[in-house]
Nanobody
Framework: QVQLVESGGGLVQAGGSLRLSCAASGRTFSSYVMGWFRQAPGKVRDFVAAIKWTGGNTYYADSVKGRFTISRDNANNTVYLQMNSLKPEDAAVYYC?????????????????WGQGTQVTVSS
């Protein structure tokens, strides 16, 4: 049973930065892809970024490319999302997700495990 716990959300001014963390437990994650998604009120849950646990290959949504960076700490089973140059449209609940052998996928249905989410609010 994969367990994912996000932290690090909060309120930030436009142009500012936040770092989200996702603590993963319950499995060996060597074959997993870890992802971040976000969902604003009244909107669908959108892909943000993902990383292959083994090798560290990454891919991003176009809307965050160049501003957000996903990384992982193998020793601590933690995935991070560094968010810079935040915009009001980045405000959402951010979810950590995990899926096996799905590198390249941006689909929520491919990620079988989800955290509870952490709120990010960006003031203009």
């Amino acid at each position: 049973q994969v367990q994912l716990v996000e932290s690090g959300g909060g309120l930030v001014q436009a142009g500012g930065s936040l770092r989200l963390s996702c603590a993963a437990s319950g499995r060996t994650f060597s074959s997993y892809v870890m992802g971040w998604f976000r969902q604003a009120p009244g909107k669908v849950r959108d892909f943000v970024a993902a990383i292959k646990w083994t090798g560290g290959n990454t891919y991003y949504a176009d809307s965050v490319k160049g501003r957000f960076t996903i990384s992982r700490d193998n020793a601590n089973n933690t995935v991070y999302l560094q968010m810079n140059s935040l915009k009001p449209e980045d405000a959402a609940v951010y979810y950590c997700a995990a899926g096996r052998r799905i590198y390249g996928s941006r689909l929520t249905e491919d990620f079988g495990s989800w955290g509870q989410g952490t709120q990010v609010t960006v003031s203009s």
